[in-house]
């Protein structure tokens, strides 16, 4: 009888295959089971990379447009090659999803493509495309199997012209009229991509508000910045059908606390409401594992599902975020191989990749006042920030939250260009437990925007000492 492996890893996004790299490298004999051809879940094949590629390619184009004639820059007739911009988005996915199998190859992680199914404490079943099984015997197994997008009753997805992520990153053509349903990240990263490139943008959302979560004074920001670049908003509204007719789909809504209904015209739907764990059918009853009513995983001590059973990213508590689910996968490898292994959720940022980026890490202050935590805000424009004003980059505004008292840093929050690479000095700071005081007597270079960030670290004790 062959020997029991370490480690089997079911799913192969990034949770699974920074897991099973990580096991790899401390010497664990280690499968990754992945059910689709390509490595990388969603994040690599039909989520984080491919839309980023799409927001570059119209954000240049955006801004070849709008931005260069200003600049002193003249370019002749511009037109969109959608085929092309699909193209190299593809290319960019291929390439990362190699990258992906190539390292776990040198790390000496087997790889299994199959549908990975818990059938008993430490045996999971593989059933391949044919239908052929196999079963692995593991002294660990680990839950990696990601999410997928939520969908509404009644409304039918068929990936053409009612659409989730995965089909709004393949639409064949510019539509003319697009409705988004949900006015989270994906919902306003998608409208970004589309209203750029020519579409007529509504985006319908059920709270009064965009971007749920989000401190506030950003969500408010962000959608004054949204509106004035083109995209239109139905918030307090519900949608309660999609009729498809031949040459165009009719959105039916009503207000989401009741009356009269009301139409819309599209081309294309999309359906971004947000995420739910992608657990049924994965045999947890076989090592007394559980979900609750959204399906997520119920586990102790942050990963455990059951003795020598573990679970990691989205189908666990936390922020759904690959960067996320990444930490968790390194950390439950760690535990395994009888190290320390830990991840804090509250330093995990979140980043929305429209332009301008929002970024935030730590509590907002809705939070830190429903908690009764007394705070001081430092808050720094763009406008008043030398490089932001030569990159004619000056919307948005830095804000960091500190502690009353301590001054040690609760949070921050920021909307401007590129403050998806600038919050990672507000981790570190906060993992370091710094505060407001030391980023603000930490040189930064100048110019550059992240002088913002110490801007609004004087600003919470009152001597900011630029405009």
């Known amino acids: 009888m062959a020997e029991p492996f370490d480690v089997v890893i079911i799913g192969g996004g990034p949770g699974g295959y920074n897991c099973a790299i990580r096991a790899g490298q401390l010497g664990l004999k280690t499968v990754c089971v992945e059910m689709a051809e390509t490595l990388g879940g969603t994040c690599l094949n039909v989520g984080c990379i491919p839309s980023k590629a799409l927001l570059h390619a119209s954000e240049a184009f955006a801004a070849a447009k709008n931005d260069f004639p200003a600049m002193g820059i003249k370019t002749g007739k511009l037109d969109v090659d959608l085929d092309q911009m699909m193209a190299q988005k593809a290319e960019t996915v291929k390439g990362l999803t190699q990258g992906v199998a190539f390292l776990l190859k040198k790390n000496k992680v087997t790889h299994i493509q199959g549908k990975g199914q818990i059938t008993g404490p430490g045996k999971v079943t593989v059933t391949d495309a044919d239908g052929k099984t196999q079963t692995l015997d593991t002294k660990h197994i680990v839950i990696a199997t990601g999410s997928q997008p939520s969908t509404l009753p009644g409304i039918e997805i068929d990936e053409e012209r009612i659409v989730t992520n995965t089909g709004a990153l393949s639409l064949k053509a510019i539509p003319k009229k697009l409705v988004l349903i949900g006015a989270g990240v994906i919902g306003l990263e998608m409208g970004q991509v589309w209203s750029r490139l020519g579409a007529d943008v509504t985006v319908i959302e059920y ?32 949608v309660t059908g999609v009729e498809k007719l031949k040459t165009k789909l009719k959105v039916t809504t009503e207000p989401a606390k009741g009356g009269a209904a009301e139409t819309l015209d599209a081309d294309i739907v999309i359906v971004a409401i947000g995420r739910q764990p ?190």
Not at 376 to 400: C, D, Q, W, Y
């Open 207 to 238: 709270l009064d508000r965009i971007l749920p979560g989000t401190d506030n004074e950003v969500a408010r920001e962000a959608r004054k910045i949204f509106k004035q670049q083109g995209l239109t908003f139905k918030l307090s509204t519900k």
């Open 278 to 467: 992608y657990t049924e059918g994965l045999g947890l009853e076989s090592v007394g594992g559980k979900t609750d009513r959204r399906g997520v995983i119920e586990t102790t001590n942050h990963f455990t599902v059951a003795p020598g059973v573990w679970a990691i990213g989205d189908c666990i508590e936390g922020p759904m975020l690959a960067h996320k689910a990444e930490d968790d996968g390194a950390a439950v490898a760690e535990l395994i191989a009888g190290k320390a292994g830990h991840v804090d959720y509250n330093l995990v940022p979140g980043v929305v990749y429209t332009n301008p980026e929002i970024a935030s890490v730590g509590q907002t202050e809705e939070q830190l006042k429903d908690a009764g935590i007394n705070y001081k805000k430092g808050k720094f424009p763009f406008m008043a920030n030398s490089r932001a004003r030569t990159n004619h980059e000056t919307l948005g505004f830095v804000k960091i939250l500190t502690e009353e008292g301590t001054d040690r840093i609760l949070g921050a929050h920021m909307i401007g260009a590129g403050v998806g690479e600038m919050i990672g000095e507000i981790c570190v700071a906060m993992e370091f437990g710094a505060s407001s005081e030391d980023i603000a007597r930490t040189c930064h270079a100048h110019p550059t925007k992240s002088e913002a960030i110490r801007q609004a670290a004087m600003g919470v004790e009152g001597w900011t000492m630029q405009m």
